[in-house]
C-alpha cells in the first residue's frame, strides 16, 4: 500500500492535562500514535512510504484548503498560537486553550482579540500549539498527496498517515483533536478534477465536521457510522434526521448504534453504509478510517480480526479508494489495528 506520511506531525505535541468530565487527563492524541501505526505497517511489509509535498511549494494544495475552510479560519489557524504569545508574554512553549464559548442568541459580535477568536473558532477544548499548524498542514497534505495518486490511476489505493486527525473540523472550526479535514480536502480534490466522491466515515465518533463541509452539495455523498451522539462526543450533530439542505438534501447520511457495539452488530450498519456508496456510483471512495472503535478505546467494541474484515469490506466497494487515518488512541493496539484494515483491504483487492 502506498502510504503518505510526513515527520512534521511531530510539530503537534501537547503535553497539558486537558480536562474530561471533570478529570485532568494526559493527551490522547500525540506523536506516538503515527509512530506505532508506522511502525506496524512496515513491520507487516504494508508500507511503500511516500513523502508530501509540502504546502508553502504546491499552491493547488492551498487552493484545496481554502475550498473547504473558510480564509478567516485559516488564516486564525496559522497566525492564533503567536498572537496569544505576545497578548500572554509566553515564550512560545504553551498551548493555547480556548476557554470562553460564543453566546447563542442574538447578537454575535468576534471583537479582533485573541482569546475571543479562540473560543468563536473551537467547538471543544483542544490547544493551538506553536507547531499546530506546520503539523496540521503536513496531515492535510498526506491526504492531498495519496488522493492525487488515486485520482490520476496510479494506485487503485492509498493510505495517508494523517495526524492531527480532521474530520470533526467544520469549515469554520476545530475539535475533537481536528484542525484541517483532511478526508473533506481528500474528497475535495477528487470534485476540483471533475469526478463525485464519497466519504465513507468508521471513526466511532460522528463525520461532523465533514457533514458540515458538504453539507449543501450532492458531489459529494457523505456516510458516517459511528456511536449515537446523544450519549458519546459530538453530541450536538450526526444524528439520522441530518441529511443535507438545498442541492445537498438526501446526500448525508448518519448511521448509529449503541455503546459497545460489537462486530455483529456493527458489520449490518457497515453493510448499509456501503450500500449508500454504492449507489451513489462515486469515482472515488474516501475512507475516514478512525480505529477507535476498538473496544480498548471504550466506546464501540471491536477487536483483532475485526479489522481484517472491515478492510475486506472496503475493499469490496471495488472502487479507488483514498483511506485516510482518523482517530484510535489505545496505543496498544493502535498500530495493529490500522495495519489489519490495511492487510484485509489489500488481500481482497
Ligand atoms: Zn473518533
Known amino acids: 500500500m502506498l502510504v503518505f506520511a510526513s515527520e512534521d506531525h ?8 486537558h480536562l474530561f ?23 507487516a511489509g504494508l508500507a511503500d512510504v511516500r513523502e508530501p509535498d509540502p504546502l508553502d511549494s504546491d499552491p493547488s494544495a492551498r487552493d484545496l484548503l ?6 478567516a479560519y485559516l488564516e486564525f489557524l496559522r497566525t492564533a498560537h503567536q498572537r496569544w504569545c ?36 473551537s467547538n471543544d477544548a483542544d490547544p493551538l500549539l506553536a507547531g499546530t499548524w506546520q503539523a496540521a498542514t503536513s496531515a492535510a ?15 487503485g489505493a492509498a493510505y495517508a498517515l494523517a495526524r492531527p486527525p480532521g474530520h470533526h473540523a467544520g469549515p469554520d472550526n476545530f475539535g475533537g483533536y481536528c484542525y484541517l479535514n483532511n478526508s473533506a480536502i481528500a474528497a475535495e480534490l477528487v470534485t476540483a478534477t471533475g469526478g463525485r466522491a464519497a466519504t465513507l466515515d ?9 457533514q458540515a463541509v458538504f453539507w449543501h452539495r450532492r458531489d459529494v455523498l457523505s456516510v458516517s457510522l459511528h456511536i449515537d451522539p446523544s450519549v458519546e462526543y459530538p453530541y450536538f450533530q450526526g444524528y439520522p434526521a441530518e441529511r443535507g439542505a438545498g442541492d445537498g438534501e438526501g446526500f448525508n447520511h448518519n448511521l448509529t448504534m449503541g455503546r ?58 471495488g472502487r479507488p479508494t483514498v483511506l485516510v487515518q482518523e482517530g484510535g488512541y489505545d496505543l496498544r493496539v493502535l498500530g495493529r489495528n490500522v495495519a489489519a484494515v490495511i492487510e484485509g483491504f489489500a488481500q481482497a483487492r
Not at 10 to 17: D, F, G, I, S, W
Not at 202 to 208: E, F, I, L, Q
Open 10 to 17: 511531530r510539530a503537534h505535541n501537547p503535553t497539558e492535562l
Open 21 to 43: 468530565a471533570g478529570e485532568a487527563l494526559p493527551p490522547k492524541e500525540v506523536p506516538a500514535r503515527a509512530e506505532t501505526i508506522l511502525g506496524a505497517l512496515k513491520a
Open 66 to 71: 481554502s475550498r473547504v475552510h473558510d480564509a
Open 86 to 121: 505576545a497578548l500572554t508574554g509566553n515564550d512560545g512553549g504553551g498551548e493555547a486553550m480556548p476557554f470562553v464559548r460564543p453566546i447563542l442568541g442574538p447578537g454575535f459580535t468576534v471583537p479582533d482579540h485573541v482569546l475571543a477568536e479562540l473560543g468563536r473558532y
Open 141 to 155: 497534505t498526506c491526504a492531498i498527496g495519496a488522493a492525487r495518486t488515486v485520482v490520476s490511476g496510479d494506485a
Open 202 to 210: 468508521v471513526d466511532t465518533h460522528a463525520g461532523n465536521g465533514t
Open 260 to 317: 459497545r457495539t460489537q462486530w455483529p452488530g456493527y458489520e449490518p450498519v457497515l453493510d448499509q453504509a456501503c450500500r449508500l456508496v454504492d449507489d451513489f456510483g462515486p469515482d472515488v471512495v474516501v475512507v475516514a478510517l478512525g480505529v477507535d472503535t476498538a473496544v480498548e478505546d471504550g466506546v464501540l467494541a471491536l477487536e483483532g480480526d475485526d479489522y481484517l474484515r472491515l478492510g475486506e469490506r472496503l475493499a469490496r466497494l
